[in-house]
Nanobody, 118 residues
Framework: VTLVESGGGSVQAGDSLTLSCAASGRPLSSYSMAWFRRPPGKEREVVAQITPSGDTPSYSESVKGRFTISRDNAKSMGYLQMNNLKPEDTAVYYC????????????WGQGTQVTVSS
């Protein structure tokens, strides 16, 4: 599975962005998906996850209520809607798919930069 993110950019605090993740190679419907981010100088952290069917999303506390993860299996697409962005949301955002029993993901995108200025 190849994953390609898009939709990043530079915005002001309070703005919204939607990240997209396009999957190819295998049907996305078989895989859990997630969005991770790596803030400058920090380790990568999970932002949101969603089951293959899309009916059980979960979020980190830092984004809960502001971000929404979704997917369209028919289009092999994943999304991360980000509202009320804050400077601390500045990071490289990664799409991931295919979670093993240890919670690690097999497939990763190359990342897209999101920069939020105050």
């Amino acid at each position: 599975v190849t994953l390609v993110e898009s939709g990043g950019g530079s915005v002001q605090a309070g703005d919204s962005l939607t990240l997209s993740c396009a999957a190819s190679g295998r049907p996305l419907s078989s895989y859990s998906m997630a969005w991770f981010r790596r803030p400058p100088g920090k380790e990568r952290e999970v932002v949101a996850q969603i089951t293959p069917s899309g009916d059980t999303p979960s979020y980190s506390e830092s984004v809960k209520g502001r971000f929404t993860i979704s997917r369209d299996n028919a289009k092999s697409m994943g999304y991360l809607q980000m509202n009320n962005l804050k400077p601390e949301d500045t990071a490289v955002y990664y799409c991931a798919a295919g979670m093993d029993r240890n919670g690690d993901f097999y497939y990763w995108g190359q990342g897209t930069q999101v920069t939020v200025s105050s």
